[in-house]
Structures are given as C-alpha cells and as structure tokens.
C-alpha cells in the first residue's frame, strides 16, 4: 500500500499569507543586523519559501551564530534546546 503525499509543511496557509501584505516586506526589513547573544522572536513572513516551519512561530530565541545572510537561533522547545537557520526577514529583535 502507498502513502499518498501531504505536500509541504506550507500546505492549507492560503489565509496565513494572504493576512501579510507584501509592502510589510520591504529593503529594511532584509538587511537587519543583530549580534551575538540578542533575543529574537520567529515571525514568518509573507515569503514562504525560505521561512521557518510554522510550529515556531512566535518563539523566542537568542541568536548564536551567522552562516552567510542568515542567523543561528537558538530557542528551546519542551526541554531541548534546537538551533534554526532563519533569514532577518522572518526575525524581529525583543
């Protein structure tokens, strides 16, 4: 027996994207800076392709390292503590 596809994890977002206009999505919101240690939130954005998975919308991470244009986040999910790779587009600094 086969197992049908589910698609990706973006599957049924329709309304999640269509709620983000793509004027939120402008040149400053791409070069962010932050530094070693600041405390980020996880809000993906409008552009779905390279956003983070949507169970760690609104969590709050420390930011550990860069790899390229994007930053190491570390957050910590019931007792572990996981690294992500997420584009400045998709954080926001608290």
Same mark, same amino acid.
């Given at each position: 027996m086969t197992r049908k596809?589910?698609? &990706?994890?973006?599957?049924? &977002?329709? !309304?999640? $994207?269509?709620?983000h206009k793509l004027s939120m999505l402008n040149v400053g919101s791409q070069i962010k800076r932050f530094g070693v240690g600041d405390k980020v939130a996880i809000i993906p954005k409008s552009?779905?392709?390279?956003?983070?998975h949507p169970r760690y919308k609104g969590k709050i991470g420390t930011v550990v390292g860069e790899r390229g244009s994007a930053?190491? $986040?570390?957050? !910590? $999910?019931? !007792?572990?503590k996981r690294k992500l790779i997420v584009l400045p587009l998709h954080l926001e600094k608290r």
């Open positions: 596809s589910k698609g &990706t994890f973006s599957r049924r &977002t329709r !309304n999640i $994207v269509r709620h552009n779905y392709r390279d956003a983070p930053y190491i $986040v570390e957050i !910590n $999910v019931m !007792n572990a």
